[in-house]
């Protein structure tokens, strides 16, 4: 499965609209797609988020911005961010759980120690990464070929992060494959 990342300053800086990506994502089939603004203002990301949902029909899931959670199917959080909840990493699932509900909710894991700990949460999903070398994170440690390695310790299904490629090809033990900002090339 296919898991598109649509990072709003990466579409900007290739002059891609988030109406051309929507399309080209629906066209693919791809089932799951997160929206990433990291600098906008609220309006900006309600309305970002409208024009995804008028042209991409599979589940749409927010980065870190929880407030998101009513135009959304789920949320995805960053380490730094969940420790906002709380330091307590149980109880910080549990707030979150308590305003989105049921609703999906991924964390994002760089190595076993983080890995490990997710495995005690109530998530649906990890992300594991950096595969490779990406435009949109420049200070994350590259996994490469360990991360499958990695994905195995998991009790969630895993989303591969960082630098992968839509022509990419994983073993089917792999629940999830995260495609970022290669899946804008033609």
């Known amino acids: 499965m296919i898991y598109a990342l649509l990072d709003r300053d990466a579409l900007l800086k290739k002059d891609i609209s988030l109406k051309y990506i929507s399309e080209k994502i629906e066209k693919l089939n791809i089932p799951i797609a997160q929206y990433r603004n990291k600098f906008g203002s609220l309006e900006e990301k309600i309305e970002d988020l409208k024009v995804i949902r008028r042209y991409f029909s599979g589940k749409l899931i927010v980065n870190d911005t929880i407030t998101l959670i009513d135009y959304a199917d789920g949320l995805h959080i960053g380490q730094e961010d969940i ?4 330091s307590d990493l149980k109880e910080a699932v549990y707030l979150i759980r308590e305003k989105i509900g049921r609703k999906i909710l991924g964390l994002s894991t760089h190595n076993k120690e ?30 490469g070929e ?8 998991s009790k969630h299904p895993v989303a591969i992060i960082g630098g992968v490629k839509i022509s990419d090809k994983f073993s089917k033990e792999i629940k999830y494959k995260v495609v ?4 804008y090339e033609d």
């Open 180 to 183: 970022g900002s290669n899946l």
């Open 146 to 153: 360990d991360i499958f390695t990695l994905a195995k310790l």
């Open 114 to 143: 983080e890995i490990l700990e997710a495995n005690g949460l109530d998530l649906d999903y990890i992300g594991l990464g950096a595969y490779r070398a990406t435009s949109t994170k420049k200070d994350t440690q590259i996994l």
């Open 83 to 86: 420790r906002e909840f709380s």
